[in-house]
């Protein structure tokens, strides 16, 4: 081996260097181009290695044609195959010169470094792999993600005149629905970069089904769907999902106009019986309460959700005391309770909005009919922050029951803090991101205990001198609850 020489030109300020550089070259070697800025090598699969390798591979191990990977698509997560030949890894070299602290990046052709250049010349350079996204995306455009390449439900929204007062009715038929539309560029570069060690989530936007409706709505500004928010309500009692509908039904084809702010307890007014509602579990002071209107807040969750896809500013939302098993992982729920803390988020699209529900099994889904603007939404799932240990069990003593007998009436609950960001591309380049925050309170255990009726004596003097025994009545039990409903107070929890 012979070494040949070459000059790098280095400027730094207005000094300019010329260093002189070894290439370690044999006679059969070709020297690379120098118009080369780094060394790019792609790692070939195991199946396209040479034929000795091969055999190899074979004696010593089976080879592996595929490797399972982690898509999160939307909110659930997928294992997909994907084969090694979609798998192709490019390795780059960079090289810089090294002053004290200083990386200066060095522009020069494929070096071999030699010892008689290093001992004098303070030269580094640092190997990166990253993932040829051509191979990938044709893998994927010939297997698209699960759920990917469905259609859209058609929407149809009528309108018609009550005969009786004389103001508009819509009906809306079709199921709405989107269909989520991956970037798979940017999904490849992700799987590049996990190497398959970590779970992805495919980046994308949601395709919404095409939208047939009357003029006077398209005279609103009101066209297309421009975000849809989904809950579901699995183990609800019939009461509960009686509540659902009541309150669902409020909602269903009113107005926000552009500019205004939305108030969710502004629309749902009351939960009277004359409007379907019927008794079912609430918080109440931190306790379960039959009360009027109970499962109400799946209604303003899913709202809620609605609102946070559309990217409208959110500008009240509580999350709920504890954390309700309903709504699943916590931090997207909202809590309302009626003359007091409440739903609300401002349409600040370029036109008025349209709500539509619709309700598929135990699955509520809302729908925002307006003006698309061009803004990208994107959320993260919530992450949970801080936990509280569930506290000591409570007991209480109930006339009730049966001397020693015990009734659990509720679990206890864990307590957490969870935070999730959100994040709105406007059209104009406006990029904000907001975190929401939510904190849940522990909740302990309740078990109801029935007392023991003791009857110790007591000790009195006759007019006769005798003395005798006599029980006392027994403790006296508190008063039985009326058989009649009671009015709840005009402001109360429901959820």
Known sequence: MRNSWSLAILTLGGLTLSLPLAHAQTEDTNTASDTDTSVSETIEPAESQGKEDKKANAENSPQKKSSSHTIWIENQPHTIEIPQSALQYHQTETYQLAIGQLQIPLDLPTLDLTEPTTAWLPIQSNSSETIALGPLVEHFAQQPLPGTQAQPNAVTITQDTDADTGEAILAFSGQPEGVFVPDYATLASLIGQSRGTVPVRAPGRI???????????????????????????????????????????????????????????????????????????????????????????????????????????????????????????????????????????????????????????????????????????????????????????????????????????????????????????????????????????????????GPKRTTPTKTVTATSTATVAVAPAAPPAPAATPSAPVTPPKAYPVY
């Open 207 to 449: 395709r919404y089904p095409e939208v047939t409706l009357p003029d006077s709505l398209r005279q609103r500004g009101i066209t297309d769907v421009i975000a849809i928010g989904q809950s579901t309500f699995h183990g609800s009692s019939e009461n509960r999902v009686k509540n659902i509908i009541a309150a669902s039904n409020k909602f269903q084809g009113a107005l926000i106009p552009q500019g205004s702010e939305f108030s969710f307890n502004d629309i749902l007014e009351d939960v009277d019986p004359e409007d379907g509602f019927v008794p079912e579990k609430v918080i109440l002071h931190g306790k379960l309460e039959d009360r009027l209107g109970g499962g109400t807040c799946q209604v303003s969750t899913t709202v809620y959700r609605t609102a946070l896809a559309a990217g409208l500013p959110i500008t009240e939302r509580n999350p709920h005391s504890y954390i309700v098993d309903y709504y699943g992982e916590p931090g997207r729920d909202a809590a309302i309770y009626l003359g007091s803390i409440d739903l609300k988020f401002v349409n600040d699209t370029p036109a008025d909005i349209l709500l539509q529900y619709a309700l598929d099994g135990q699955e509520i889904t809302f729908v925002m009919y307006g003006t698309p603007d061009g803004r990208r939404v994107d959320m993260t799932e919530p992450v949970i922050t801080y936990t509280r240990d569930i506290p000591d069990t409570q007991f209480t003593y109930d006339y009730n029951l049966s001397p020693g007998q015990r009734v659990r009436e509720s679990e206890g609950k864990i307590g957490h803090d969870t935070e999730m960001d959100r994040t709105i591309r406007y059209a104009n380049g406006e990029v904000k991101t907001e975190t929401f925050v939510s904190k849940y309170r522990a909740k302990a255990p309740e078990i109801r205990i």
